[in-house]
């Protein structure tokens, strides 16, 4: 199977995970050519991944004046996919409208989906669908699981990305660093992009205090859906708080950069904690409403209270009030980050 094509829509943590994958393909067929159709917002991110041959950005109505140019350039994408006479396509997570009409529309000889559904429609659409084992609970392995079933290598389950000269060159224009001066700062995210999952800002900065009283200089990262935290936090400090660094900014291709200069990172469940690990640092997860279990570490620790109606995946809008993370230990989080080497 020389041609093979993955549909990821989901978001940047998701999307971190999946990248085994490739790795997996190429070990198996190095003459393959791998494509993946992604987030238009996580293009650059798989475009410097070398072993991804073309990525394909799915056109959202958002980006277009007119409905009307909306379905003719959606139309173009999906006889561009078509017109690719692809061997296998991998339908990753299943979930979707959107997906279910690419893979069914690629023609492709096998079409692989996920069994959890058990409607009519996705025995037309999907060739092979395949049901993970209740053993793999972890995201990457079940990812991995859907290639090696077609006979993939699966040999190297833990997701890395590539970092290149341009990555470093971006960050250490933002940052002003040193080369000399990479694994010294400790990276810290104080939102998630949705209010529900993030810790309290007074907890950020009591954990940042504290970072600094170790003697750890802390860069503080947010991305555009965290503005609301990053601010609030940023306005408990003074103006050059002695070591404390701060950058809003949503250049994902900067912000890998960023990481693989850190020391480590620490951070509510979100997907830059995804690709910090992707790129060989160690992490300290908060967890709240989130999946602890799909989604844990695979290179650092997390912490969460534990309360009873932890995780419930309803931070989007109906949790009233976030206790599973006001009740994470600021205490708990500093010793974490100790066993993790993170802080002396």
Not at 181 to 206: C, H, M, R, T
Not at 266 to 290: I, T, W
């Amino acid at each position: 199977m020389k041609k093979v094509l993955f549909v990821g829509l989901r978001a940047m943590g998701d999307m971190v995970l999946t990248l085994p994958v490739l790795r997996a393909v190429r070990d198996s067929c190095p003459e393959s050519q791998t494509d993946f159709v992604v987030e238009p917002s996580l293009e650059v991110l798989f475009r410097e991944e070398p072993l991804v041959r073309r990525v394909i950005p799915l056109p959202r109505s958002k980006a277009f004046s007119s409905r009307t140019e909306y379905f003719r350039v959606y139309a173009d994408f999906l006889r561009s996919i078509r017109r690719e006479h692809y061997d296998v396509v991998f339908d990753l997570f299943s979930r979707g409208p959107r997906s279910r009409l690419i893979v069914w529309y690629s023609g492709a000889t096998r079409r692989v989906g996920i069994a959890d559904h058990t409607t009519w429609l996705d025995r037309r659409i999907y060739t092979d669908r395949i049901q993970f084992p209740n053993a793999l609970t972890q995201m990457y392995d079940q990812v991995l699981y859907l290639t090696g079933r077609l006979g993939y290598r699966t040999d190297f389950p833990q997701p890395r990305m590539t970092v290149d000269g341009e990555n470093l060159r971006k960050a250490l224009a933002l940052t002003g660093k040193a080369k000399d001066e990479k694994d010294v700062y400790l990276v810290v995210f104080p939102g998630s992009g949705q209010k529900n999952k993030n810790w309290p800002v007074e907890n950020w900065a009591e954990l940042i205090r504290s970072i600094r009283k170790a003697g750890v200089p802390v860069v503080v990262m947010g991305g555009p859906l965290d503005r609301e935290p990053f601010e609030d936090l940023r306005r408990s400090f003074g103006k050059e708080e002695d070591g404390v660094r701060w950058f809003l900014q949503s250049d994902l291709s900067v912000l890998k950069g960023i990481l693989s200069m850190s020391r480590g990172v620490v951070g509510n469940d979100s997907g830059p904690l995804h690709m910090a690990q992707a790129l060989g640092k160690r992490v300290v997860v908060l967890f709240g409403p989130g999946d602890h279990v799909s989604y844990r570490p695979f290179l650092g620790s997390f912490v969460r209270s534990g309360i009873f109606c932890s995780p419930c995946q309803s931070f989007v809008s109906r949790c009233p009030d976030n206790q599973c993370m006001k009740t994470i230990d600021v205490e708990k989080v500093l010793k974490t980050l100790e066993q993790e080497g993170l802080i002396p």
